[in-house]
């Protein structure tokens, strides 16, 4: 078999999915999409919880949590959703909790 992954976030093209446990941060634009997921290893979870500076992250009309958890994105981005994301992740294997420094550019 073949594993490969690439990674590459651009001020041009800022829709992308980025897993936050391969890159300890990300730089996004204002304006832009952002989508986060949380790693693979953790699915299939028993739960997934997307935290941003330390507190339960709340849904919006710009911020959703999809495909029961194991993405966030980030529609419309504002200077104010920099910051540090995390998914924790609770399965029979135990918790994952892996983070990502969010920077936005306007």
């Known amino acids: 078999g073949e594993d490969s992954r690439s990674f590459h976030v651009s001020m041009q093209a800022p829709l992308g999915i980025t897993s ?5 941060s ?6 832009g999409q952002l989508i986060l997921e949380c790693p693979e290893d953790a699915v299939p979870p028993t739960h997934i ?5 330390g507190s339960p992250l709340q849904e919006d009309a710009r911020r959703q949590i999809l495909a029961e958890g194991r993405f966030l994105q980030i529609q419309a981005v504002e200077a ?18 892996p983070r990502v420094r969010v920077e936005v550019h306007g």
């Open 26 to 31: 990300i730089t996004t634009v204002v304006g």
């Open 49 to 53: 919880e997307w935290h941003w500076e």
């Open 20 to 24: 936050i446990r391969d890159v300890p």
């Open 80 to 97: 104010a959703d920099g910051g540090h994301y995390s998914c924790r992740a609770t399965s029979a294997r135990g918790d994952t909790s």
